[in-house]
């Protein structure tokens, strides 16, 4: 099975940096995603790390670390709109199943 | 146009009803998924399909059953809806040629039962 644990609630303020971790327990590892996710609304792709390190994209970064089990998800100069749930998933096996975690409720306050 | 369309879009109904939701995609995605989404539980997976011959079961399937009519149309049905089956249904497609398997959303159907 498939065990993914990440923080159930976060508080930032704007214009603050905040990191979101996310553990996880899996054999047959491909990658991880992270996905935002708006209250009432649809997913939608973040990121995916496939190898160890950090990927930049803009004010969001995601870091992997395979041999620890370990993600985070860094946002920078928060805004009001980065108010989400931020969902961790993991890849794993040859049809690369998709598990996702039970998500991050960020609230980014003034 | 969105990608990955959900019919209908909020329900409710009563205990022992027949109910179906549809989901039709233009990205031309052979596969395709259903979720629901509880407070506190997350996303979990009721049934996913990789072609249109391709049906397999989720982590939680019993109490439903999908049809998967065409590339472009997932259908999820409740044979006799519960009061624990009120949640937001999502409908996912992905792409098996890009490897990586980015799952892209549809808009949710929240789903209630009296």
């Known amino acids: 099975g498939q065990n993914i644990d990440q923080p159930t609630e976060m508080t930032a303020t704007e214009g603050a940096i905040v990191q979101i971790n996310c553990t996880y327990q899996t054999s047959g590892f491909n990658g991880l995603f992270w996905y935002q996710q708006h209250a009432g609304e649809a997913p939608t792709f973040l990121s995916y790390n496939v190898l160890d390190g950090l990927e930049e994209k803009g004010r969001f970064s995601s870091f992997l670390s395979r041999s620890k089990g370990y993600s985070y998800l860094l946002l920078k100069e928060l805004q009001m709109k980065d108010s989400a749930s931020y969902l961790c998933a993991v890849s794993s096996g040859g049809y690369q199943k998709v598990t996702f975690g039970t998500g991050t409720k960020l609230q980014v306050i003034p | 146009d969105a990608d990955v369309t959900q019919t209908p879009r909020n329900r409710i109904t009563k205990t022992g009803k027949r109910i179906m939701l549809e989901c039709s995609q233009t990205k031309g995605h052979d596969r395709m998924y259903w979720y629901r989404q509880d407070p506190g539980l997350g996303l979990r997976l009721i049934y996913y399909s990789f072609d249109v011959k391709d049906i397999n079961k989720g982590e939680i399937s019993d109490g439903y059953s999908v049809s998967r009519q065409a590339q472009a149309k997932f259908s999820l049905s409740l044979e006799s809806a519960i009061p624990n089956q009120t949640a937001l249904y999502f409908c996912?497609?992905?792409?098996?040629?890009?490897?990586?398997?980015?799952?892209?959303f549809g808009p949710g159907t929240r789903l209630t039962v009296l």
């Open positions: 996912a497609t992905s792409d098996s040629g890009t490897g990586l398997n980015e799952q892209f």
